[in-house]
């Protein structure tokens, strides 16, 4: 089949792995993306990129132009805003837009959970979703899936964070709930067959793994694999609020992400009707396998996709309305390090994540806390590769916003600010070797920006100065340790 496949939350999981998996078969696929040239970094030469954004309907009938199968991998569990309207109005977007374009089929991925009940905000949302887009009058198949198990997913994040940080958990009720843990390959090994199947009416598939399990018992077999003793204490009770700040202080769970989480999880998500199993050649594996796969490949740094690479698990953009920002205001640093400019540019690359950010991180870390406790991201994204940046990847607290490799780093920061903020690190040659300028800019919003600022500039006249100057330090090291870099 020829036709154009048009694949939406580009950026996300599943979204990024699908829209690799379809290129690797040689299929003609467009990813959209909010912000494209955080997608360019990322896809293989002959996947065109557009932007576009569901909000907004004027810019979705050229990304739907010519498109037989769109994918439709939008949610919004990230937001820090309430979230259900905001998804119902975004797939009734796509789908009048797919509509009037003449799309053949969207194919969705959503929750398992039985609609008899009362379901949590999350889980009800995901089923809405399928609701409206069925309504639109495409054909529409939509795959209801339980935990999805991967390297990088939130699942196995969780779980693997959780017993590798504490030796003795307290474990509530919801991580003794049944779910049906499929592994990732599996999610895309569907998704990837339904553009096959003939013409026909809207349908709901309902998918999982091999094994009905819990969270508990996802923790028990990850410390086999690992073979590591866990001790679990069950508590009688630990509401999703007091919970979700548990998570997000020992996993890189942000706290409103956790909440969201932990309201789902209380429901049991197991298939109860195998009409997929039927209809489709696809056998999904187990739990114990799924587990050591997703292990694997974190051991290989395999985790070419994380969940909290995608743009929205930071929550949307801040909508700041009429506020005026003042002038920016930065701190602005030069040093120059007795290295190549490539060596200086190395350590620049890998800031952040197991390197730290060179001096106090014992800072950065209180300060994530901090942002934790308001709903922020923290400092416990980590990032995506220990060497390696690209435009649009989660690095701690910050979002890679420009990379120019061997010349220039720029952050945008993702914590809870009263403004708009970046770090900025610029390597060129020098007669000494070269020189780094780092730059903090802060955009303050109105007197509370202000006064943020001000309150926290005696810290970072120390933080600051002492971060350019460990990056250096750091960059020596590794010139004398290493010798020559190779560029």
């Known amino acids: 089949m020829s036709e154009r496949i048009l694949v939406t939350g580009a950026t996300g999981y599943v979204g990024a792995r699908l829209l690799e998996a379809l290129a690797a078969r040689g299929a003609p696929v467009r990813g959209l993306a909010r912000r494209p040239e955080a997608l360019r970094a990322r896809v293989v030469p002959g996947v065109e990129v557009v932007g576009g954004d569901v909000l907004r309907p004027e810019t979705l009938p050229a990304a739907l132009a010519e498109i037989g199968t769109a994918y439709y991998l939008i949610h919004s569990m990230g937001s820090a805003e309430p979230f259900e309207a905001k998804d119902r109005v975004a797939a009734r977007h796509f789908g009048d837009a797919a509509r009037a374009a003449g799309v053949r089929r969207i194919v969705y991925l959503g929750g398992l959970g039985d609609s008899a009940e009362v379901l949590s905000p999350h889980l009800r949302s995901r089923q809405q979703v399928g609701d409206i887009l069925r309504a639109s009058g495409v054909e529409t198949l939509e795959f209801r899936a339980s935990v999805v198990i991967g390297p990088g997913s939130l699942s196995f994040e969780l779980v693997r964070a959780l017993v590798e940080r504490l030796p003795v958990m307290v474990m509530p009720r919801w991580v003794s709930v049944p779910a049906q843990p499929i ?201 995506r590769d220990p060497d390696e940046l690209r435009v649009g990847d989660g690095l701690d607290c910050w979002r890679v916003e420009v990379y120019e490799p061997g010349r220039r780093l720029r952050l945008v920061a993702e914590m809870k600010l009263p403004g708009r903020a970046w770090l900025e690190f610029e390597v060129a040659p020098h007669p000494e070797g070269s020189r780094v300028h780092q730059t903090a800019i802060f955009e303050p919003a109105g007197l509370a920006g202000l006064s943020y600022w001000y309150g926290v500039f005696p810290l970072h006249q120390v933080l600051f100065a002492g971060m350019l100057r460990g990056l250096v330090e750091a960059a020596a090291r590794e010139e004398r340790a290493s010798g020559p870099a190779v560029p």
Not at 202 to 227: H, K, P, Q
Not at 229 to 257: D, E, F, K, N, Q
Not at 260 to 278: C, F, G, N, P, Q
Not at 345 to 366: E, M, N, P, S
Request: overall charge positive; cysteine-free; proline content about 5%.
């Open 183 to 383: 592994a990732i390959d599996d999610v895309l090994a569907y998704l990837i067959a339904a553009r096959d199947l003939p013409p026909g009416d809207s349908r709901v598939f309902e998918i999982g793994g091999a094994d009905v399990v819990s969270y508990a018992d996802l923790m028990r077999e990850y410390a086999a694999l690992r073979g590591l003793r866990r001790w679990m204490i069950p508590v009688p009770v630990l509401t999703p609020s007091l919970s979700s700040l548990w998570l997000g202080l020992v996993t890189p769970v942000y706290a409103r992400i956790g909440r969201t989480l932990i309201e789902s999880i209380v429901h049991a998500t197991v298939v109860r009707d195998d009409a997929a199993e039927a209809l489709f050649r696809i056998h999904p594996r187990g739990m114990r396998a799924a587990m050591a796969e997703a292990l694997g490949a974190e051991a290989r740094d395999l985790d070419a996709t994380r969940w909290s690479d995608a743009l929205s698990s930071s929550g949307a953009p801040r909508a700041w309305g009429g506020v005026r920002f003042g002038s920016r205001l930065a701190d602005m640093r030069t040093a120059v390090a007795p290295v190549p400019p490539e060596r200086a540019f190395a350590a620049v690359r890998r800031i952040g994540g197991r390197t730290g950010w060179y001096h106090a991180d014992w800072l950065w870390t209180v300060r994530g806390w901090m942002d934790l406790l308001v709903g922020g991201t923290g400092m416990r994204r980590g990032r």
